[in-house]
């Protein structure tokens, strides 16, 4: 399976997702969904809040230039949220998988598709 069949058909298909991207450590795209223009300094910004919540905290989550109010974290996770829509990003071991969803949709819902792949991913080495 390609990185795009896995945001295609793990994360958009699961009509809990509605924008998503994988993408490395390092900040370079992988695969993302279409109209999800996340540039790469948004996603080291994101990657490094993972070790350094405080980061997150202060100047909130940037995706695709749109502003989420952070609202907790781990070293594996994510959330923020704003208005009727929210993020939930999970960390691998060398990848992060970037998710946002929309009101009906519930926060548990998307988290539980981005993680269910994530810990997938985990167990390929990813």
Not at 6 to 17: E, F, G
Request: net charge negative; hydrophobic share 35%.
């Amino acid at each position: 399976m390609s990185w795009q069949d896995y945001v295609d058909n793990q994360l958009l298909a699961s009509q809990c997702v509605t924008k998503a991207c994988i993408a490395g450590h390092d900040g370079n795209v992988w695969a993302q969904s279409s109209g999800f223009e996340v540039t790469k300094e948004e996603l080291a910004k994101l990657i490094s809040g993972f070790e350094q919540q405080d980061i997150l905290t202060s100047n909130g989550v940037t995706l695709a230039g749109q502003r989420y109010i952070y609202l907790s974290g781990t070293d594996r996770v994510v959330r923020a949220k704003l208005g009727r829509s929210g993020v939930h990003c999970m960390k691998t071991t060398q990848a992060v998988i970037v998710s946002i969803y929309e009101d009906p949709v519930q926060p548990q819902q998307a988290a539980s598709v981005v993680e269910k792949l994530g810990d997938y991913l985990i167990t390929c080495g990813y």
